[in-house]
């Protein structure tokens, strides 16, 4: 069955890191934008990342910029995104997501256009 996988969340101590996984099970990320959106508890789900397939042109949310990074590796068919100096805030359940088609130009960080979607990881940032 064709499915998107993350892998990568847990506890993080307060200004850690740490580097979340996104791989395709029987599903090639090669024809998708891929998109990381995560959601605390009682907070809608936001955007934080993607890249697209062609360019490899990246987006981030402004409340992220300089302390994460999105990437792509092919031959893993696996994109990760690295996020830095995380604090309480950065607590949440993070998902990847796939969208297909052309290869947008800037891709989107609204949840309304990914079609497909793993089971995501939970994110706890704690002493």
């Known amino acids: 069955q064709a499915q998107l996988v993350e892998s990568g969340g847990g506890l993080v101590q307060p200004g850690g890191s740490l580097i979340l996984s996104c791989s395709g099970s029987?599903?090639?990320?090669?024809?998708?934008?891929i998109a990381w959106f995560r959601q605390a508890p009682g907070k809608i789900r936001e955007g934080v990342s993607c890249?697209?397939?062609?360019?490899?042109?990246t987006n981030y949310a402004e409340s992220m910029k300089g302390r994460i990074t999105i990437s792509r590796d092919k031959a893993k068919n696996t994109v990760f995104v690295q996020i830095n100096r995380l604090g309480a805030e950065d607590t949440a359940f993070y998902c990847?997501?796939?969208?297909?088609?052309?290869?947008?130009?800037?891709?989107?960080?609204?949840?309304?256009?990914?079609?497909?979607w793993g089971e995501g990881t939970q994110v706890t940032v704690s002493s």
């Open positions: 990847g997501a796939a969208l297909g088609g052309d290869s947008p130009e800037t891709c989107p960080l609204s949840d309304g256009r990914y079609h497909w």
């Open positions: 029987e599903f090639n990320l090669d024809y998708f934008t």
């Open positions: 890249i697209t397939y062609r360019t490899y042109t």
